[in-house]
């Protein structure tokens, strides 16, 4: 099956069952992406999936792999600082697939080790600028700090490129942390 596996973001609860399969976009070529953007909920069928497969079935999925498919663990030491973690306390669990609150830890590992990777990578020099919008639940700032390598983010690397981590609340915020990042980008040196 092509697809991703995500959570829905209104309901980070342990035990609760908001994991599933979202086919790109790119995939699905019968609806645009405003349609995607309004028809994620469980239910919301598959194209082309086998009979009576929906966005919520993980029934052949046993367990959370342990890397994703670029070899990004998906359980490390770090996601008990992620603020769902924080929140819970509740170990993580990879014998839980459908389980949204371990999937997303899974997800928040596989998203750390990842900034790390790209960060290593001495052959590009990448700087890393994330905007967290903080409305309908808020981000989990200390892992955009981190993907941002900013100083303030805990886990800060003198040898990596220094970030910047922006956030914003509403519109006129999300308007100035693009003007921010696009003045950093677009800063020309000699």
């Known amino acids: 099956m092509t697809g991703w596996m995500g959570t829905n973001s209104y309901t980070f609860n342990p035990g609760s069952n908001t994991a599933g399969v979202y086919v790109p976009i790119t995939i699905e070529t019968s609806h645009d992406a405003k349609y995607w953007a309004g028809n994620t909920g469980d239910q919301t069928p598959i194209p082309n999936k086998?009979?009576?497969?929906?966005?919520?079935?993980?029934?052949?999925?046993?367990?959370?792999?342990?890397?994703?498919?670029?070899?990004?663990?998906?359980?490390?030491?770090?996601?008990?600082?992620?603020?769902?973690?924080?929140?819970?306390?509740?170990?993580?669990?990879?014998?839980?697939?459908s389980?949204?609150?371990?999937?997303?830890?899974?997800?928040?590992s596989a998203t750390y080790k990842m900034a790390q990777t790209i960060h290593n990578d001495t052959s590009l020099k990448i700087t890393i600028y994330c905007i967290g919008y903080t409305g309908n639940g808020g981000v989990d700032a200390t892992l955009l700090k981190r993907i941002a390598n900013t100083p303030d983010?805990?886990?800060?690397?003198?040898?990596?490129?220094?970030?910047?981590?922006?956030a914003a609340s509403d519109t006129a915020g999300l308007n100035s942390a693009f003007n921010d990042i696009a003045g950093q980008i677009l800063r020309l040196s000699r």
């Open 153 to 166: 983010s805990g886990d800060y690397h003198t040898n990596w490129q220094t970030g910047k981590y922006i």
């Open 99 to 108: 389980d949204g609150y371990h999937l997303a830890l899974a997800s928040w």
């Open 50 to 97: 086998p009979s009576g497969c929906t966005l919520s079935d993980l029934s052949d999925l046993a367990k959370i792999p342990d890397k994703d498919i670029y070899g990004n663990a998906t359980s490390t030491p770090e996601y008990t600082i992620a603020s769902l973690y924080q929140q819970h306390k509740k170990p993580y669990d990879n014998s839980q697939p």
